[in-house]
């Protein structure tokens, strides 16, 4: 077993010949296989003490392990023993040559070494430091340690020039071959030019700083006389070669000025067309607002009609009542004049005895008021009940006058649940699931229900259902409204599951009444899906509410951001709001948001994040959190207040 050590100043280029030795066939070392510190660890760990003992980041003399770190060299050792040559390339190693060559005598050492200004060239392109007399003094340190390791032990050395050794690669293999003993393969691939030389402007600057020091010049003539390999005696012209680096350099420069110049008239231009699209958008902006407020003002008009027409009916109903109270009067009046007309013949029939005829013409008497009184008492019957069926028609009014009170909001939405709708085809009948009323859609794959929506405005239908049998029954669903198929899109999270209905505006006479078709590819049975169901009716959706949503103006988002930024943002809110811009945005629920996530809810209660809503767009849409659907209430969390915070950061 032999093991060559490559090594020289961090700086040099010591790692391409530490490559030209590899490809010759210098095996690198095997990794440990009993969970020992590999050569790479060995050395940082000693350059980490080396540094702790010399307290600073430089070592500037030789580290002398001990026995602990001898054993440790030692298990390396042992676990390449059946490998003929071996080695490693290291810059530490410079500082431990001592220490290595004592351990055993088939270790070998390849020092590299490099010219004064190539090497200060590479540490102002590398290296993070001072630029002073301490580079130098670096330097010096180093190649002293080289020169003086090389004269004390020259049969187990080479002194090799960085640029001899790798311009003549085969001549330093030979030389390792003669004085090591080694059978290292001589032709070996060439390293590229392009990292051979140093940055000749590099150079220039170096040799300018180092034209005083005159202890590196004489320090590197010493090692120039003394190497193996020493450098070829060329003095290039650096002057010329810097002038022609910097030549290319300056067109380089010239040419990234005009890129750069090229792109900031570009995106210039992209901001004067930004600068007009948000100038339409505001235009567009305000005119929804007109819009808006028109729809509030016709909102208030039906109110008050409402109202007025409450008024009436209740006073109508006062009305009947007087003359239900009336007519009751004029019925007692009637049976007391019988009673008196009773009590007035029988006083007669038993004071006096009347002859026959005058008997019989009070017998007729009293028969034309009997039948007199019961036609008064049947008209008082017709009349009670035509105030009771007005009555009956009073309060069923006055229900679904509450009724549709309760459902409209005063953001114009209503809520409808499947319990107090009635189907026209093809649903179950309600059942309760886990606290909810719910019908199922079946036998056949179309279901239909009439729904009160006037289409005089573009409007959102959101659909809340708690499931369906199969999932890939979703794929094929559509909907249809008055004959007429719409889009619309699903959205199935961990915690809500709708479908969002587009109803967009009709110019025909508006009906208060619309027909909806929910249609299904398949259907499909429980049992069919779960062995242990008994349930095998075919089953499409299970609904349980519908939500009616007018569509809101439409709000940009001006992030200060790049544009592709913006684009983006845009995109993904269109892509989850159906190609409604403002839907999710409008009707999130923050306060569900906060419960399902407590760490943003923690982080609104410290401060660090305005509200849910800003939190969702700038980062939990990012994260994959759901999106809250506010469907039977205003927004606790995430109002218009935070879209115009994030419209105007």
């Known amino acids: 077993m032999k093991v060559v050590v490559c090594t020289g100043t961090p700086w040099t280029g010591l790692e391409q010949v530490g490559t030209v030795l590899k490809a010759a066939g210098i095996q690198p070392p095997i990794n440990p296989v009993r969970g020992q510190a590999t050569i790479e660890s060995f050395h940082a760990q000693l350059e980490k003490v080396g540094q702790a003992d010399n307290r600073s980041s430089f070592i500037g003399q030789p580290v002398h392990p001990g026995k602990i770190w001898g054993q440790q060299a030692l298990g390396i050792l042992q676990d390449n023993l059946n490998q ?5 390339t290291n810059s530490f ?41 301490i580079a130098a003094d670096q330097w010096l340190s180093i190649n002293t340690q080289l020169l003086r390791f090389y004269n004390r032990n020259r049969e187990r050395c080479l002194l090799v020039n960085r640029n001899a050794g790798l311009s003549d690669s085969s001549d330093l293999l030979n030389l390792c071959n003669d004085r090591f003993a ?36 004489n320090l590197y003539r010493e090692i120039q006389a003394t190497a193996t390999q020493p450098a070829e005696d060329e003095s290039p012209d650096l002057i010329d070669s810097a002038w022609s680096a910097y030549q290319d350099l300056s067109l380089k420069v010239t040419q990234q000025r005009q890129q750069y110049t090229d792109a900031l008239t570009k995106q210039e231009r992209q901001l004067r067309e930004q600068s007009t699209e948000l100038e339409q958008c505001r235009e567009e902006h305000e005119l929804l607002l007109l819009q808006l407020h028109q729809v509030q003002e016709e909102l ?20 009947l009542k007087k003359q239900l109270e009336a007519s009751g009067k004029k019925v007692d009046q009637y049976k007391k004049k019988i009673e008196t007309l009773q009590k007035e013949m029988s006083a007669f029939v038993e004071g006096q005895g009347h002859n026959a005829s005058e008997l019989e013409l009070l017998r007729d008497k009293s028969r034309e008021m009997e039948q007199e009184n019961e036609l008064l008492l049947l008209q008082l019957h017709q009349v009670q009940e035509e105030l009771e069926h007005y009555f009956l028609l009073y309060q069923e009014s006055q229900a679904k006058q509450e009724e549709q009170a309760a459902q409209v909001q005063s953001d114009g939405r209503i809520k409808l649940f499947m319990s107090g709708l009635s189907s026209e085809e093809n649903w179950y009948p309600v ?43 979703l794929k094929g669903l559509h909907f249809e409204v008055d004959g007429e198929q719409v889009n619309h899109n699903v959205y199935d999270t961990l915690s809500q599951k709708y479908v969002v209905v587009q109803l967009p505006a009709t110019p025909e006479p508006h009906s208060l009444e619309i027909e909806l078709a929910i249609v299904l590819s398949k259907m499909v049975k429980p049992c069919d899906v779960a062995a242990e169901s008994p349930d095998d009716r075919p089953l499409g959706i299970a609904v349980y509410s519908l939500s009616i949503l007018p569509v809101t103006p439409r709000l940009r988002i001006n992030w200060p951001d790049t544009s592709y930024r913006r684009l983006q943002l845009k995109r993904k809110i269109s892509r989850i709001g159906g190609g409604i811009e403002t839907f999710p945005l409008a009707y999130f629920d923050g306060k569900t948001y906060l419960q399902e996530y407590p760490d943003v809810a923690e982080a609104v209660r410290q401060g660090t994040v305005a509200s849910a809503l800003i939190h969702y767009v700038q980062h939990g849409y990012y994260d994959g959190h759901d999106f809250m659907l506010a469907d039977t209430h205003l927004p606790s969390e995430g109002d218009e207040n935070d879209l115009i915070r994030i419209e105007r950061p």
């Open 300 to 319: 208030e008009s039906t109110f008050l009609d409402s109202q007025k027409k409450q008024a009436d009916s209740a006073n109508q109903q006062a009305e």
């Open 93 to 133: 190693s410079t500082w431990l040559l001592d220490f290595w060559q004592s351990l055993d005598q088939n270790i070998y050492f390849v020092l590299v070494y490099s010219t004064p200004e190539e090497d200060f060239a590479r540490f102002m392109q590398h290296e993070e430091g001072p630029l002073s007399e």
């Open 431 to 473: 059942e309760e699931v886990e606290g909810k009323p719910l019908r199922w859609s079946g036998p056949e794959p179309r279901a239909t229900l009439r729904l009160p929506v006037k289409r005089d405005k573009d409007q959102l239908l959101v659909i809340h259902y708690e499931q369906v049998v199969a999932p890939e029954q």
């Open 182 to 217: 080694l059978s290292l393969q001589v032709d070996v691939p060439s390293i590229d030019s392009e990292h051979q030389e140093p940055d000749t402007i590099g150079c220039v600057l170096a040799q300018c700083f180092l034209k005083d020091r005159a202890d590196v010049y």
């Open 84 to 88: 003929q040559v071996w080695g490693w």
